[in-house]
């Protein structure tokens, strides 16, 4: 009989659900969101990143991110800059403002994989990483 408390896709998308709410009750302590934090870092990490590809790199919906950007830019995070060579084009910049909270908030997602790792070996990580990876494949 089928039993979903052993259900792999069920155990592991709770997991999944309680680090991502664990890490943004965190975050929010720092007056940002979990969402907002990932922005960040892909911001910083692919200036000039457009829309598009951004909530790609997110795995979130194309709608959802200019949401999110549009909320970043009137809090001064963000910048939309056209492309000089295709007008169509808009790239995606962190202000000064942004860069600033982007490196004070990086450090948090250190923070957060240290006490997720916690009393795990390197060869169970190692393990873990790797039958994580094949469940992915398995559903592609």
Not at 2 to 21: G, M, P, Q, R
Not at 46 to 69: F, H
Not at 75 to 95: A, F, P, S, W
């Amino acid at each position: 009989m089928f039993d979903i408390d052993t259900c792999l896709s069920f155990v592991t998308s709770k997991a999944c659900k309680e680090i991502a709410e664990a890490f943004n009750k965190r975050l929010m302590k720092l007056g940002v969101t979990r969402v907002q934090w990932i922005a960040l870092y892909y911001l910083g990490k692919y200036a000039g990143i457009k829309q598009k590809e951004l909530a790609e790199k997110m795995n979130i919906k194309d709608s959802t991110v200019a949401r999110l950007i549009d909320r970043m830019e009137r809090e001064g995070y963000v910048i939309r800059v056209k492309d000089l060579e295709d007008k169509r084009i808009t790239k995606l910049y962190l202000t000064e403002k942004g860069i600033e909270l982007r490196e004070k908030l990086l450090p948090e997602g250190k923070k957060m994989s240290e006490i997720l790792s916690k009393n795990i070996t390197d060869e169970e990580m190692e393990i873990f990483k790797r039958v994580i990876k094949k469940m992915v494949d398995n559903v592609r």
